[in-house]
């Protein structure tokens, strides 16, 4: 039976950020009543804050997305080594929509505001117990407990959800994102530099009054400390922030390798996943948000009717999430290999065709599914192979 019954009305939604946020909206125009724990949300986050155009199309019909402040991005710098390309997103060359990188607290506020005005309770509480079974749900916080028919979990990669009902992330399944804000700058262009002790990237991701610079890595292949250090170093041999005060932070990120999809199982009796407390993360970009949000509405629909909604939602997340995210692991291998990035850099450079492929990618637009026949059809077809080849 689903939630439309008259015996599944009540739902616990664990995590305000955009998972959370938007499986409580959801539910709660669905006729659910929706309660919403977090103690710390809204808040800034050290990830990038690029929201792609397939994300703010989603939260379109809740959220006002033209008066969020933001900033648009114009061009992509790739560095690597002493070369350099930079794509243009949009502009004369229209290879692509812009980016547009939105303040994760102002983000994550709007869908909580919407959510609220959709008629979710909001209560700004810390979870410090979950517990789940064929009775119901609940959930403990410092003032006292709270009951449910149904949990959702959409606190982040340290979920307590997921720690109590499933298993944590094991070390392998995430990535430490690390490195400074710096205030007081901002700029039109984000910068990404290969690096490959250990693999990865640096990147600078403009906000309205600040960048958010830093480094993510696999966390079996690295430590914050050092990880920090690499930014640093970056930031004094680079005109990225000059003179701007710096701000450090630290954050996990899940980064499921290949095997560990078949294993994943984000969902049981009376409890679901959501958004990073799943896994929902691109791998490769490290990108979350729009797989939050589309986690939150498939929670909503998997509640909203049907005999089994952990089945259905199970359904659903290998359906339609999951296939992307495991080729992005599966292109993650070769991607950060120095005779990879050594060619892209070069196809970049010479390939305005390859350029716009890159431009899609990184706003969302091109699918891992369809990136290697496209690739193949631009009009440097050897090229294309021979990337395609050392990727996968």
Known sequence: MGLMSSDRTDVAVVGAGPAGAWAAYTLARQGARVTLFDGSHPREKPCGGGVTGRALERVAPAVDVDGLPAVTIDSVRFEAGRQATVIALGGDERLAP?????????????????????????????????????????????????????????????????????????????????????????????????????????????????????????ADDARPGPLRGVVADWIARSSIAPDAPFVPYTWPIPSLPLDAWPREHPAGARWMLAGDAAGLVDPLT???????????????????????????????????????????????????????????????????????????????????????????????????????????
Do not use: N
């Open 98 to 218: 812009r980016l547009t990188v939105v303040p994760r607290a102002a983000f994550d506020a709007a869908l909580l505001a919407a959510a609220q005005r959709a008629g979710v309770r909001f209560r700004p509480e810390r979870v410090t117990g979950v517990d789940a079974g064929h009775a119901g749900v609940t959930i403990a916080t410092r003032s006292g407990c709270h009951r449910a028919d149904w949990v959702i979990g959409a606190d982040g990669a340290t979920s307590l959800v997921r720690r109590r009902l499933y298993r944590p992330f094991a070390r392998g399944e995430l990535s430490i994102a690390t490195g400074y804000y710096a205030r007081g700058c901002t700029s039109h262009e984000v910068v990404v530099r290969f690096t490959f002790d250990p693999p990865g990237y640096l990147w600078s991701f403009p906000r309205p009054d600040h960048l958010a610079i830093g480094i993510c890595a696999q």
């Open 286 to 392: 490290r990108e979350g948000i729009y797989f939050a949000l589309e986690s939150g509405a498939l929670a909503a629909w998997a509640l909203g009717g049907g005999d089994d909604p952990s089945a259905r939602y199970l359904d659903r997340m290998r359906d339609e999430l999951w296939p992307e995210l495991s080729l992005a692991a599966r292109f993650k291998a070769g991607f950060y290999r120095r005779r990879f990035v050594d060619l892209l850099m070069l196809a970049l450079a010479d390939s305005r065709r390859v350029r716009a492929v890159m431009a899609d990618l990184v706003t969302g637009r091109q699918p891992y599914a369809t990136l290697k026949r496209r690739l193949v059809g631009t009009f440097e077809p050897g090229l294309a192979w021979r990337l395609m080849r050392i990727a996968t």
